[in-house]
């Protein structure tokens, strides 16, 4: 099986920087993307940003200009660097991986994380 875990969030003052971390692990084949999404209290989960094996990156909303996601693949760990961070972005964050598990010929799959809490204070 796939793990996905999510390094601890925080908290953080409206206007600092935090920066996530997602690890990868177990019988993982390959990779194809990596990708953050965020769910706030109430609200539909959302993607955040995602990447994929080779390297093209995608932000969504109001992650363009203020977030960045990078990527490890010798480590299967993604991060999100998250800089001017606004009250807004109180959310949890989740991290999700298309992986295959089996032969070239299997099927792929998504794997997510417990998610990780971010508050931005005001």
């Known amino acids: 099986q796939v793990e996905v875990l999510e390094s601890v969030g925080g908290l953080v003052q409206a206007g600092g920087s935090l920066r996530l971390s997602c690890a990868a692990s177990?019988?993982?084949?390959?990779?194809?993307?990596m990708a953050w999404y965020r769910q706030a209290p109430g609200q539909q989960r959302e993607l955040v940003a995602s990447?994929?094996?080779?390297?093209?990156?995608n932000y969504r909303g109001s992650a363009k200009g203020r977030f960045t996601i990078s990527r490890d693949n010798a480590k299967n760990t993604i991060y999100l660097q998250m800089n001017s961070l606004k009250p807004e972005d109180k959310a949890v964050y989740y991290c999700k991986v298309h992986a295959r598990t089996g032969p070239a010929w299997g099927s792929w799959n998504e794997y997510w994380g417990e998610g990780t809490q971010v508050t931005v204070s005001s």
């Open positions: 990447i994929n094996s080779g390297g093209r990156i």
């Open positions: 177990g019988s993982i084949q390959s990779i194809n993307g």
